[in-house]
């Protein structure tokens, strides 16, 4: 393939501009980081977001380049398969570059994969292509008699056959009882069951099994009407007609014998809680079939699409006024005499073409099984939920039945939404101007799940088309939807409040959707002001201040507020009694547990005795000091949470130059780019090779984190083995002995006990003035914290 034919880029074309779209799209990436390393508190949540965006458009143009390189070298790819690589990665380098507010050089390679083609060129591809669709088609129709929508159908039909055939535990014998009832011979009389000789003669026949005959009528496959002579006529029923054209699209599904398919049977219904007897005649009934009587669908063959069509033509011609045998042909009107003018007025009208009752917009019909007798009908309604259809309970065999039901669903459903709003509904709406932000809440409070927590009110789950995402929400905005009677609050009894629409909420937001709708309503940037309804005047307890409602459960570790008693006279004053501050949350953010006051934050108990594991402190030298200084701020604050600011190795058999070449050419490429991140690298570290944590770094060892969460950081006692993508394969478990690997603090400051006394804060200079004497330097008292020594790592990192 060359690139002149029809346009088409050869496959070194395809891996050249996608491994530059992916170099691209990573060098947007790197300038997205670089703007959140430099960014100010104003604008570190934005940069943030920027980078996160470009950042997943860099790794799917990056994953495409890579998936390009693989097709490459498998010889059985089509070149397709590079050209739609190229394309994608080129897609998503563009972005990654808009993204991050850079010129989208990337476009330019669009150029390169695509030609414009010439006229003649246009012709006669589209001519080879239809020319090939066309002897495809002619193949295809004269192997299977039908046309392309009725294969796929067809196709859908085999499929559903597969996973519907071996679950009804039938054999042989079932099929034939239902094919010798779809003959209209098969009959009941004095306990044995026949196919009669000829149909309406009840005498006689060939023999049917009797105990399948019943297992098959039991399930409801077949249903049994009353004939002549005390016989019973036995017929399928539709779901009995859908099973029979599946056990023979697919007989591989039979089971051999009836032993056979009593143990599958009983295989599937057998359950442990339930009794052998039980279990038994589970396995004994035939199961009916579940989801396969709407999804089949029977394909038509050409030639019954003709014997169709020319019913059709007929019958419509008849209709319209076309030959019938009988009745005279009416002549035109231009040939009618005048003599004959009168007797030609009275003369009947031609009969008019029916028409099939109609249904409201966006209601459609879907046709089920029918049976010998009727055809059935369901309705599907595509306006009850976005983007999909909802097929309405119940089924018909009149189309006009169907069709009220479709109106009187469509009255009571959507009715009201399709309704221009009255003058009293406007003038309801003008007493509630809210924003297009308290709207949302109350959005989520119907689609999503609205809950206060001890650090604010949030929005759980509130985006449909991603996963997991929670969003916090204004206090002001959901305490005044609650004062206002919009919003109610469930009480769910641990330590958590759900807020739910009320009735006066849900009208209100109805009346809200239908006035954006119909556009009676602009957006509203600022929050309304909504007045409080008598009831909750009061204003709205919060978590966060220990306030609950009446009858709430209050949890155990939060104390009842007390009021402080009174102080009783006496001769001489009594000393103060100490107030004792409320013990810290464990539900509040992670900063403000460890940031607490000493006496807030919970101390383990004086007589538990805990051993202290001791490892040495890493001083970094001057070399690994500019190294942690060139690192940007960012990687640097995950560097100190994570404790590899100064990592120690544990002893190695493989020398530093060998793992350095396992790096470079046995790891995949995104492990090595987050190892240059970093000092000292990422991946490479375990738990127990951490170093100091932050706060001792900074002489805060009475915060210590170790000190705070009452122990080291373990890690469970697993690893995982990656391949050469990045992607994990196995798990294995590094210690046989099931020691967990743990993190402690390799600061020498005590972590348990009594805590370190907090160092005191540098004075501040005094201002300039007239010269004074000096002021003798104060005794410092004796401090258990250890001094850090000039050439520390904290004096470089804090």
Known sequence: MTETDFGEPTPETC???????????????????????????????????????????????????????????????????????????????????????????????????????????????????????????????????????????????????????????????????????????????????????????????????????????????????????????????????????LARLHPTGLYESDKAAYEARYARVAKR?????????????????????????RPVTLVDQEVRAEREATEQWEDEGGYCPGVETPRPAAEARVEDAPAAATAPAAMPVKVGPSLPTGMYFLPLPSTRYSDWWAIRCGRCTGGMYTELPGEWNDKSDAARAAHDHY?????????????????????????????????????????????????????????????????????????????????????????????????????????????????????????????????????????????????????????PAPVPVAVAPAAPPVPTPPPARTGQPLLRRLFAPRSTREQPPADVVRTVIRRPQRILTPEERERVRDIPLLNLQGALIMGITDPVPNASPMSEDAGAWVREHAWPAHWQEMEDRYPFGFHRWSMCERGTCWNCLNGRCDICVHRQSGGPSVDRNRDWVSNHQGRTVAEFIPRLDGEPCVWWCRCECPKDGPAPARPARKKKPAPAGPPTAPEPAPAQAAAPVRAPEADAAQTVLW
Not at 44 to 64: D, I, L, N, S, Y
Not at 444 to 463: I, M, N, P, S, Y
Not at 537 to 554: I, N, T
């Open 411 to 563: 009255e009571a459903a959507h009715r009201a939404a399709d309704d221009l709003l009255s003058t009293e509904e406007i003038a309801e709406l003008d007493r509630w101007p809210l924003s297009d932000a308290q709207r949302r809440v109350l959005s989520w409070t119907e689609h999503a799940e609205v809950a206060e927590f001890e650090d604010g009110f949030w929005a759980l789950d509130c985006v449909p088309d991603r996963w997991d995402v929670n969003k916090r929400i204004a206090r002001t905005r959901v305490t005044g939807l609650w004062a206002a009677g919009l919003l109610d609050v469930y009480l769910d009894g641990n330590g958590r409040r759900c807020f739910v629409m009320s009735s006066k909420g849900q009208r209100v937001h109805r009346l809200l959707w239908r006035a954006e709708r119909q556009g009676v309503i602009k957006p509203v940037a600022q929050d309304a002001k909504l007045s409080p309804i008598p009831k909750r005047g009061g204003g709205y307890p919060l978590l966060s201040e220990g306030r609950y409602f009446k009858g709430e459960e209050r949890r155990t570790d939060d104390p009842v507020p007390t009021e």
């Open 15 to 245: 891996l050249r501009v996608a491994r530059q779209a992916a170099e691209l799209a990573a060098a947007a990436d790197d300038k997205a980081l670089s703007a959140v390393c430099r960014s100010t508190p104003r604008t570190e949540a934005h940069r943030e977001e920027v980078m996160h965006a470009v950042h997943r458009e860099a790794v799917e143009a990056e994953g495409h380049a890579a998936r390009a390189e693989q097709y490459a070298a498998d010889p059985s790819m089509p070149d397709s398969a590079l050209r739609h690589c190229a394309n994608g990665a080129v897609d998503y380098a563009v972005r990654a570059q808009e993204a991050a507010g850079v010129e989208a050089t990337a476009a330019a390679l669009r150029t390169e994969l695509e030609r414009k083609l010439t006229p003649a060129e246009h012709a006669e591809r589209e001519s080879e292509r239809r020319r090939a669709e066309a002897e495809q088609e002619a193949e295809e129709r004269a192997a299977t008699g039908m046309d392309a929508d009725n294969r796929h159908l067809a196709r859908m039909n085999a499929s559903l056959a597969e996973s519907a055939v071996p679950r009804l535990g039938w054999t042989a014998g079932h099929v034939r009882v239902l094919e010798a009832a779809g003959t209209g011979r098969l009959y009941q009389r004095d306990g044995q069951v026949r196919q009669a000789a000829e149909h309406g003669n009840w005498n006689g026949g060939r023999k049917i099994s009797r105990e399948r005959t019943q297992d098959l009528h039991a399930a409801g496959f077949l249903v049994a009407v009353d004939a002549a002579d005390g016989a019973q006529v036995l017929a399928a029923t539709p779901m009995g007609q859908v099973a029979l054209e």
């Open 273 to 297: 809680y339930k009794r052998m007897d039980d279990k038994k005649a589970a396995a004994r009934r035939l199961p009916a079939l579940e989801h396969g009587v709407r999804r089949y669908r």
